[in-house]
């Protein structure tokens, strides 16, 4: 007999540091991994924001570049691995074994 949460699980593809991996979790995990992220991305916006308010308030240099916030992937390159596994995963599904 399966275990309930071993049915449970999902496949998931994870795009971080300009890669993408794709792994079964189960949806306890999934939202644990959504949760770090946002978590991260939250710390790292009010760092950002922090930098800006502090150039701001010192009278940074017009000369200088402002702070961007990182980029963690290409969003052009990322949206096209999505897009081209998507297809292969629904061709897969639609052709008769």
Known sequence: ???KSEGNNQQ?????GGRM?????TEI???AIICMAKRNM???M????N???NNNNNGGDSSSEPSQPPQLIN???SMKRSLHHFLEKRKARISPP
């Open 51 to 53: 930098n800006n308010n």
């Open 42 to 44: 939250e710390e790292r």
């Open 29 to 31: 995990q999934a939202r």
């Open 21 to 25: 991996c794709t792994c079964d979790v």
């Open 1 to 3: 007999m399966m275990d």
């Open 12 to 16: 998931i593809t994870i795009f971080y």
């Open 75 to 77: 969003p052009g390159l």
């Open 46 to 49: 009010a760092q950002c924001n």
